[in-house]
């Protein structure tokens, strides 16, 4: 079997719900969908880089699995020749089909075992999709000059003062690879954020149980499937572009990205739950201290100090789970990097 017009994207799209295993061969070496939205693209010569890139953990987050299409796209026709492990994966296909973020709970929430205390559509998706990261890993060398790295695609809900950004995972010693920030901003990626708790996001699974450099990236705003301007991704795709054929990592200098320490995370506790901003506040919105930033009625929130931020605010979703991450920039200076 083969994957018609290279089109991966199609294919995982046509058969959201399972697709029987396949084999296949492009130029630069040899390939097997694992289950729909899954391909793993091994190249002919060894590679001591381990690269997983996922899109559409969130079905109506387009824009990155069009991206990711054309990188796959380019391998099989033979345009872009394959230097490194490859595991790419479509995550969601049947809420991107519904255009939808999620259809009965949040994927991105459901990762490091998390699944097992939830019902619903997404729970086999993330075991499947650990299934899929673990096996992969587990096929690269333990030598430790072996890279992983795992760089999931996302677009976010609202617009952002910083239209696209990184969510960097909890690391318990504090220390921050040099080299993947410079990535970042080579990549016009304009902020990165530090998590200081463990969470159950992808990435984050990545990281805590593969020992990945694994992040969440936002590319800016979510837009339906023909409607996002790929330009917009220009950046990232060259250098993924020479990631893929090279194993490199373009860099730049740190000084352009703007670093943020995660204070806080909302958390929905309760039906009351209310955030007092605007409809269309914009991700990185600074508040003045003391201003009761959400409320219900069993909490309130208050700034903790004048220009702290707010990121990712949600309240439509469930009791217990993340409202919005609240943000104080840091100077990239105070970091320790490694
Ligand atoms: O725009 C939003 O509110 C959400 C965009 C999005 O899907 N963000 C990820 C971030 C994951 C992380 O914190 O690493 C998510 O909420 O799952
Ligand atoms: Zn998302």
Known sequence: MTILNHDFLALTLANPN????????????TGVVEETGILRLEPTQTSRVSVVLSAGI???????????NQLVR?????????GVRLLVIIGHPVAANAATRFCDV??????SGAWRNYAGIEV?????????????????????????????????????????FVVHPFVENAHYSKQQLAFFAASEIEAVLLSHQPT????YYSHSVHGAHAFTVELGKVYPFGQNDLSCFAALEKNLRQLLEKGSLAES??????????????????DSYELNIDQDVKNFTQFTEGYPLAQSKKSVYRVKQTGDAIVFPNTNLPVGQRAGLVVRAISVDALSLI
């Open 106 to 111: 949040n994927l991105n929430r459901l990762f």
């Open 18 to 29: 399972a697709m029987a295993p396949f084999q296949l061969t492009f130029p630069s070496g």
């Open 58 to 68: 969130h079905g109506n987050e387009t824009g990155p699995m069009e991206l990711i």
């Open 200 to 203: 159950t996001t992808f990435s």
């Open 74 to 82: 380019d391998i099989l026709a033979g345009k872009l020749t394959l």
């Open 253 to 270: 200098s740190l000084s352009s990205l703007c670093i943020f320490n995660v204070l806080d995370a909302l958390v929905k506790d309760d």
């Open 124 to 164: 086999q998706r993330a075991e499947r999709l650990e299934m899929a990261v673990n096996d992969f890993y587990a096929l690269s060398s333990t030598d430790s000059e072996h890279i992983r790295l795992h760089y999931d695609l996302h677009t976010a809900i609202r617009g952002s003062m910083h239209e696209k």
